[in-house]
């Protein structure tokens, strides 16, 4: 399982985040949220993303698709917007076939929000960060309400 390095945006403390974890990563100094980025493919899904304490977006991609290029960065927005309250996965389809299989991706980029290992929300393209928070938020209270 791998771990990415993250420098807290409050005090500048390098952070290392596990790609798993029994709750949101926080600053070793500050103790601020910090964003929970991951990748996953075929053989971790199910515990980086599925076995996650909180709220899952789920990015579908291919190094080849422009889309998906352009997506990255505002998807990292919200995740940064949201640090402490959602992850963001991200699966390369190209390297994840089962999964591209698994939860019918027909076109990327792809994405889903994920609440307790279920699918909460889907929807396929492209999109500027605020709409995708504005999605991401509206997923994860609805599926708070349905108790998800």
Same mark, same amino acid.
């Given at each position: 399982?791998?771990?990415?390095?993250?420098?807290?945006?409050? #005090?500048?403390?390098? &952070?290392?985040?596990?790609?798993?974890?029994?709750?949101?990563?926080?600053?070793?100094? #500050?103790?601020?949220?910090?964003?929970?980025?991951?990748?996953?493919?075929?053989?971790?899904?199910?515990?980086? @993303?599925?076995?996650?304490?909180?709220?899952?977006?789920?990015?579908?991609?291919?190094?080849? #698709?422009?889309?998906?290029?352009?997506?990255?960065?505002?998807?990292?927005?919200? !995740?940064?917007?949201? !640090?402490? *309250?959602?992850?963001?996965?991200?699966?390369?389809?190209?390297?994840?076939?089962?999964?591209?299989?698994?939860? *019918?991706?027909? &076109?990327?980029?792809?994405?889903?929000?994920?609440?307790?290992?279920?699918?909460? !929300?889907?929807?396929?393209? @492209?999109?500027?960060?605020?709409?995708?928070? *504005?999605?991401?938020?509206?997923?994860? !209270? *609805?599926?708070?309400?349905?108790?998800?």
């Amino acid at each position: 399982m791998s771990s990415n390095i993250l420098q807290c945006k409050n #005090c500048g403390q390098k &952070n290392r985040v596990p790609a798993v974890g029994s709750s949101a990563p926080r600053c070793g100094r #500050c103790h601020r949220p910090l964003p929970w980025l991951a990748e996953a493919g075929d053989d971790d899904f199910a515990e980086v @993303a599925e076995g996650s304490p909180v709220p899952v977006i789920v990015d579908f991609w291919a190094a080849w #698709c422009g889309p998906c290029r352009m997506v990255s960065p505002a998807l990292d927005r919200v !995740a940064e917007d949201l !640090a402490g *309250t959602v992850k963001l996965v991200k699966v390369d389809v190209d390297r994840s076939p089962k999964l591209s299989e698994r939860f *019918t991706v027909r &076109n990327i980029p792809y994405l889903m929000v994920m609440r307790g290992g279920r699918v909460v !929300a889907e929807r396929a393209g @492209a999109a500027p960060a605020a709409e995708l928070r *504005t999605w991401v938020d509206g997923a994860i !209270a *609805t599926a708070g309400r349905e108790g998800g």
